[in-house]
């Protein structure tokens, strides 16, 4: 089994619509969880971290459930600009593992 | 934009030839990470570096050597290029691994073609 694992997509999905992803890791002991944005032919950027509680930047929700071992992202209201793959990525005590991504395309 | 640049952006080489990657940052940051990027694998840690002159292994480490003689600056050599190494290759800087949630900066990455 992976030890971070997405969907590879694509998710195509029109202007306007919600659209969720999730990710799975399979170390009970991970400590910090991110999503990172990343344009086609570019490097990763830092979207959002993920907390405990669960935290929304704008239109993006990020949500963690230790107990399932997964965390989500939440976009509502798409735009083509958040046409991109979003990678998770999972820090553990002394290592950081990154997902493959999970490609967007929003459609006008 | 984290001061974070890579070069060359491009190179294409032959098998058998060594390559060497830079990464040069101007942000003064502490860690310095290499990595590799292919279809159907996620990021994947070369080596890096926690200081000058010290650098570890990461989980795909064979065939790459690294060296940090200076605090801005990060190289990668691939000691003898073979085709398995053609992939996109970016450095990574950050201030504190261990602090929770510190940001890591991406260079804009470097296209490797070993034919």
């Known amino acids: 089994r992976k030890e971070v694992e997405q969907d590879p997509g694509p998710f195509n999905v029109p202007e306007g619509a919600t659209v969720a992803f999730n990710c799975t890791y399979s170390n009970s002991a991970s400590q910090s969880f991110f999503w990172y944005r990343q344009d086609c032919r570019k490097e990763p950027k830092l979207l959002m971290s993920v907390y405990s509680s669960g935290n929304e930047d704008g239109r993006f929700t990020a949500q963690l459930n230790r107990a399932s071992q997964y965390i989500s992202l939440l976009i509502r209201d798409s735009k083509l600009s958040d046409s991109a793959t979003y990678l998770c990525?999972?820090?553990?005590?002394?290592?950081?593992?990154f997902g493959t991504g999970t490609k967007l395309q929003v459609i006008p | 934009d984290a001061g974070i640049t890579q070069s060359p952006r491009h190179k294409v080489t032959e098998t058998g030839t060594p390559v060497t990657l830079r990464c040069h940052q101007t942000e003064n940051h502490r860690y310095m990470y290499w990595y590799r990027q292919d279809p159907g694998h996620g990021l994947r840690l070369i080596h890096y570096s926690y200081g000058v002159k010290d650098t570890d292994k990461g989980e795909v480490s064979d065939g790459y050597s690294v060296s940090r003689s200076k605090t801005e600056d990060f190289l990668l050599t691939l000691e003898s290029a073979t085709s398995s190494q053609t992939s996109v290759y970016f450095c990574?800087?950050?201030?504190?691994?261990?602090?929770?949630?510190?940001?890591?900066?991406f260079g804009q990455g470097t296209r490797l073609t070993v034919v």
């Open positions: 990574a800087i950050k201030e504190d691994f261990f602090r929770e949630n510190t940001e890591a900066f």
């Open positions: 990525v999972v820090k553990g005590y002394q290592k950081v593992t």
